[in-house]
């Protein structure tokens, strides 16, 4: 990596192979190494082939791009241009990263970035949220909270006999509202932390498999399953990984749980979470 952007081949081949580099086969920081010899210069050709490779990117790589991107106003417009067009998700950008875009280039560029942000989500997952919410009332059970928890919630939120969760920590929420809840419950994908996008990653022995990334090393991926199982794959037995643009929490609970059933475990949420109680 030392040699290039030195000069030394013609730039379009150099940027060949640098566009080339950037795939789950490679170590994050040889990508990463890529990436800034890419986007060093107003230049915003390379663009198009960093989109056409952000489905495969993992988060750190995609964290690394997108701040890269926000450097530059050309390149912040680039980004905005492929939100707009649905390239990449709002939900694809971090929380830092989002609100960076927001205060970003020129009052019109700020101006759609807020638009992009406020507007993501479902009308259809919102008008859900509020039928549920119009149906909650005082008749509210722990108990019954704590059995539904385990049996729908338990297996990604509670950290196992190592220590580790699947799904983000429920333990120290610090909005425990019930439309935040219920919103987070019923309408996953409204506002995803990356952290928790479900990848779907094919072997060379055309093995399928879904999860969250919970680790990068420069010749392995950890995957993080929804079952909470892990595994290690090494990067050279990758064919393909691809973001699938969704939360590992899956959507549906609506045929799951009625109204009442939601509001006990939103209760129980609400009152605190024994790892115990939810494990035994």
């Avoid at 081949?13 to 080339?20: A, K």
């Avoid at 700020?110 to 479902?122: E, M």
């Avoid at 729908?152 to 120290?172: E, F, I, K, M, Y």
């Amino acid at each position: 990596m030392t040699l290039i952007g030195l000069g030394i081949a013609p730039p379009e081949r150099e940027r060949e192979l640098l566009v080339s580099l950037i795939t789950p086969a490679s170590p994050p920081q040889v990508q990463k190494e890529a990436i800034n010899h890419l986007t060093k210069s107003s230049d915003t050709s390379a663009s198009e082939d960093l989109l056409e490779r952000w489905q495969s990117m993992s988060k750190s790589v995609r964290d690394h791009c997108v701040s890269r991107m926000l450097e530059r106003s050309a390149w912040c417009e680039s980004l905005l241009t492929a939100l707009e067009e649905k390239q990449i998700g709002v939900s694809d950008l971090s929380a830092t990263a989002r609100e960076q875009l927001s205060r970003s280039g020129s009052r019109s560029m700020r101006v759609r970035a807020d638009r992009l942000i406020k507007t993501s989500g479902s009308m259809h997952k919102q008008q859900l949220v509020r039928a549920y919410l119009s149906q909650f009332d005082a008749q509210r059970d722990r108990t019954k909270g704590a059995e539904l928890f385990k049996k729908h919630c338990a297996v990604c939120h509670v950290p196992d006999s190592q220590g580790r969760a699947t799904g983000a920590s429920l333990q120290n929420l610090s909005d425990r509202r019930d439309r935040v809840l219920v919103e987070a419950i019923l309408d996953p994908n409204r506002a995803v932390d990356p952290k928790y996008q479900n990848y779907l990653i094919q072997t060379g022995d055309d093995r399928i498999l879904s999860g969250v990334i919970e680790e990068e090393a420069g010749t392995s991926i950890t995957l993080a399953h929804a079952d909470g199982k892990r595994t290690t794959l090494n990067r050279s037995d990758i064919a393909l990984m691809k973001a699938a643009g969704v939360s590992l929490m899956p959507e549906g609970f609506e045929e799951l749980l009625s109204p009442a059933a939601l509001q006990d475990i939103v209760y129980y949420l609400q009152q605190g979470i024994s790892p115990e109680e939810a494990l035994k």
